[in-house]
């Protein structure tokens, strides 16, 4: 070999990486790198990082007035073995309880939610324990998620159910009733009824009447009483009927219905 | 006609061996493939995912991982990913279906 040649390097053939081979070594440098970042921060860096499963346990004295709002973790309501209502959650996001004005609020924060592998792992609920005394104002809202409701009564009740479910063992409303449903499923037992409207978008709502309820349906409404189709007849509703109104889904109520005379 | 063969105890035709070879070969592309594609889309989930928590209002995904491990990991998937891509479309495809041509066209020559 020459000197020249040597000092020149025309003797190496450097190869020209394409521009996909480049980016084949940046990829997968890249990756090894986060790789190892990835090890080091589980390893070292978190070392003592906790769960962030958020978990709480509260209790409060009865008052008359509850609101319960979840979006997507289930909610328990069960009876509570004293006058106190006592509220616990597991979610992985945060769970507000506070009283507002002598209201007792149960929120969860809506979040933005990618998906949910760990609900089951961890047992997301919000559990409410409530006493056998009847509220002046009950409020039960869920959006995507299943309420699970024991025996309760109160004077105005307000259920609004998005894509979830809701399902009330017994409800005693002596009162205003508002139901309102858009695409989820609502299966509840009144044993006690003054008056109310019920309004489903798309979903399905089965409701029986212990008693009495003289239900009115809207023009265009799709409603089966007691097992029959039903149509409306014209009337308004009163401040005593349960007004129904349905455009699409499923509306079932088992009921002695009064005849319009 | 008589049919060539693999090894002289093997019965089994030399073009059958060719078409299993060149089969097994583009099915472990094939493998790498939607293996490449999983991380990529594991790393799309999981990066995403990773941000929400760090802000905090996120929520749990695959396992309850803090934020930092779970954007490392999530980077580190969809980076191997793509690579593993790239490196399958532009490298060893071409191979193999250059090898599995000359597998075929060597009974010409």
Known sequence: ?261 | MQTKTLCKFSRIPQTVCRIALSAAIFTGILVVMVFALALIANGMITLPSAVIRAVGKGSIFVSDLSALTMLFFGAASLLFGLGLILLSTARLCPAAASYVYRLFSSDKE
């Open chain 1, 1 to 261: 070999m020459k000197l020249k040649d040597a000092i020149r390097f025309r003797h190496m053939r450097v190869q020209k990486l394409s521009t996909v081979q480049v980016l084949i070594r940046v990829f997968f440098l890249s990756g090894s790198v986060c790789l190892i970042a990835a090890l080091c921060c589980a390893a070292f860096l978190d070392k003592d990082y906790r769960s962030s499963v958020k978990r709480g346990e509260e209790s409060f004295t009865f008052t008359g007035f509850l609101t319960v709002e979840t979006t997507d973790v289930p909610v328990y309501i069960t009876r509570s073995a004293d006058d106190m209502i006592h509220v616990s959650y597991v979610s992985d996001t945060e769970v507000e309880v506070y009283e507002d004005g002598g209201r007792l609020v149960i929120e969860q924060v809506p979040s933005f939610v990618i998906t949910l592998y760990t609900a089951e792992q961890f047992s997301y609920r919000i559990e409410i324990q409530l006493p056998d005394k009847p509220f002046a104002s009950l409020n039960l809202y869920s959006a995507s998620t299943d309420l699970h409701c024991c025996a309760v009564s109160g004077y105005m009740v307000n259920i609004r159910c998005k894509s979830g479910s809701a399902e009330i063992e017994r409800l005693s409303c002596t009162g205003t009733l508002d139901i309102e449903c858009d695409s989820g499923r609502i299966d509840m037992y009144i044993d006690e009824f003054s008056g109310g409207e019920l309004v489903n978008s798309s979903g399905n709502i089965d409701i029986d009447f212990a008693g009495d309820a003289d239900t009115v349906i809207s023009p265009g409404t799709r409603c089966y009483i007691n097992g029959l189709a039903a149509m409306s007849d014209g009337r308004a509703a009163e401040k005593d009927d349960l007004g129904i109104i349905s455009p699409s889904g499923r509306v079932r109520i088992n009921t002695n219905v009064k005849q319009a005379q």
